[in-house]
């Protein structure tokens, strides 16, 4: 290939200037004297071998030859013995001079053709070479690009992408047959089939459970947002509360808003629950007991006694005594209004708190759902304790007119019968047998 056309395209690669530039310039000129240093040496190694089998007696016997080569020479042209008069040896000489010219001229100027066809064929394969780099590169991209990068000529890698390149097996096929060996099919499908059945039996159960999962997901927001309509269609007030992560539900049941100065504003939360999906009531401001009775944190009810003050026992009418029962126990006033020593308080009546939580119970069990019961509960109860706490602010500032406070109860004291009230604890239904009166208890003022 031509230097021109090297020099055009950026692919091929360039040779030597030495062995491309200038080549009949240099190599058609007979006068070795005229080459560079650089091209004469290669030269004489070329021509006698390398310098390592050159001695001194070789080059002055060649010189002595060439020497008398010369000398030889020229008496030849110089002899008397020459007859240049003579046309047919004049032209007998000029013909062998001319024909050994063109001899020297035509080996030499076959060597220089044959030297370019083969520096021709040097650039063409360092070219072919080049490109085969170029596609094996490209090809080996697509699986490892961080080393086919490596190989790759930078004019490729400007205009094609890393990995546009990649290959497929062909398997050779001779009379419709493969030449490879015969692989077992039948095995291969049943593998095959094996697999697909595995994977579509996998996706069914997880298909499945996904629908199951997602029918008992939608029960629980049915079921959650069929109470949370019963909240609603019972005309309570729901607000937005604010906790420490999230916004919640919040249920106003108290009496907050009518100015009351209760502790418990009467504020609950609507919770989900995540199991079921039922929502349940929750109070908010609900304070902990600081004593350790196992009755504290139960609700609370009013409960007002009536005693009546006899200084002898006998004078009770022994009908009343069946109809009612009554509690005696020793009567120490400590307001200092004694109605004698050794007087005794006879029970009259009391409120009933067992008939009374049945009712309640009752009533709110026919009419409205689980929901709406434990909020209608939550007011009952917030009723009955801001009750109490009213009415112990109010007995504060009646000390003087015969009301004393002790520990969670209140003595009216009215000459001749006592009225107690007192926060009661509701136990749980299993307890409901502590409302029945235990006529061996006495309670002492």
Not at 232 to 249: A, D, G
Request: proline content about 3%.
């Amino acid at each position: 290939m031509s230097d021109d056309k090297s020099n055009d395209n950026p692919n091929f690669i360039q040779l030597n200037p030495i062995l491309s530039e200038n080549l009949h310039d240099n190599y058609n000129s007979l006068d070795d004297s005229k080459l560079p240093l650089s091209q004469l040496i290669p030269k004489i190694i070329l021509q006698r071998g390398s310098f390592v089998n050159l001695t001194e007696e070789d080059l002055l016997r060649e010189i002595e030859e060439h020497e008398r080569q010369n000398e030889q020479h020229a008496n030849g042209w110089d002899s008397p013995s020459m007859n240049f008069d003579n046309p047919e040896i004049m032209d007998e000489t000029s013909n062998n001079i001319n024909s050994m010219k063109s001899k020297d001229q035509n080996s030499q100027s076959n060597f220089f053709q044959q030297k370019e066809a083969a520096i021709d064929s040097i650039h063409s394969a360092l070219n072919e070479s080049s490109l085969s780099l170029d596609f094996v590169s490209l090809l080996l991209s697509s699986v490892r690009p961080t080393i086919a990068s490596t190989s790759m000529s930078p004019h490729l890698k400007q205009h094609v992408k890393l990995g546009s390149l990649s290959n497929d097996r062909v398997h050779g096929v001779k009379n419709g047959v493969r030449q490879e060996q015969q692989i077992d099919k039948d095995k291969v499908s049943r593998i095959g089939r094996g697999w697909k059945l595995e994977s579509l039996e996998k996706s069914s159960t997880s298909l499945r459970n996904a629908s199951a999962r997602l029918s008992e997901e939608i029960l629980k927001e049915r079921r959650f947002w069929n109470e949370m309509i019963d909240v609603v269609n019972s005309n309570e007030i729901l607000v937005k509360i604010s906790t420490k992560s999230f916004q919640e539900i919040g249920v106003k049941y108290g009496f907050g808003d009518c100015g009351s100065n209760y502790h418990d504003k009467g504020v609950g939360l609507l919770k989900k629950n995540k199991v079921t999906g039922e929502l349940y009531f929750e109070r908010l401001n609900s304070i902990p007991s600081t004593t350790n009775q196992p009755n504290d944190n139960l609700p609370k009810v009013l409960k007002v006694k009536l005693y009546s003050k006899s200084k002898n026992e006998d004078t009770i009418d022994n009908q009343q005594q069946q109809q009612k029962q009554h509690y005696t126990r020793n009567h120490n006033n400590s307001n200092g209004n004694n109605s004698g020593n050794g007087g005794k308080l006879v029970l009259l009546g009391e409120t009933d708190i067992k008939e009374k939580v049945k009712k309640f119970k009752k009533k709110y069990n026919e009419e409205k759902s689980d929901i709406v019961l434990q909020i209608s509960k939550a007011r009952f109860f917030l009723f009955e304790e801001e009750l109490f706490y009213q009415l112990l602010k109010e007995a504060t500032t009646l000390i003087s007119l015969q009301v004393s406070i002790e520990s969670n109860r209140i003595i009216i004291d009215l000459y001749d019968y006592v009225i107690e009230l007192e926060a009661v604890p509701v136990p749980n239904d299993d307890n409901e047998d502590d409302f029945e009166e235990n006529p061996a208890k006495l309670h002492y003022f």
